[in-house]
């Protein structure tokens, strides 16, 4: 039996989830987090064995809360399951130690596939979002993206800011000073030329990195 935790900030996206998953012999939904920081602590007190993972919730998010599980427990599979599929997030993620990556417009099918290669050993990208990072090697200029010049936590910070999130409420959910987090704020801003929170977040909109998220149906 593969032992399942839904990692999102929307309860009706996690409902979904679980409806698709509970007709699928040889899966249980375990348990639900509504932010990274409850998925952290659910995975250090319960063993699960795939984490389906939204990206962008409240606090420290997704690919902070899939650095720290994989870290405290090296046997658990996390799956990115989210709406951001542009350069250079999937990328970043999956060296973070994600097993799998895919869109939140992905067919029920293909999460269960996912779900069952990742818990086998395998990884598991979907095929448009593996393409484009292998166009992103192959030809640099054609997928480059602006944000693919930042760190791991220069991403994760952007996108707290993107979330509408304050200097000192990221540094509180990331055990930061206020003075680090914002180094990191104006180190993104002159890797991309910028000079604010809005350009940023404009920047973002305009590449994919930020949208209002969907919800999953079982239809």
Known sequence: MISILLVDDHELVRAGIRRILDDVKGMMVAGEACCGEDAVKWCRSHAVDVV???MNMPGIGGLEATRKIVRYNPDCKIIMLTIYTENPLPAKVMQAGASGYL???AAPQEVINAIRSVHSG???IASDIAQQMALSQIEPQRAESPFSCLSERELQIMLMITKGQK???ISEQLNLSPKTVN???YRMFSKLNISGDVELTHLAIRHGLFNAEPMISSE
């Open 183 to 185: 180094s990191y704020r």
């Open 122 to 124: 395998q990884r598991y």
């Open 52 to 54: 389906l993972m939204d």
């Open 103 to 105: 869109s939140k417009g």
């Open 167 to 169: 200097v000192t409420e």
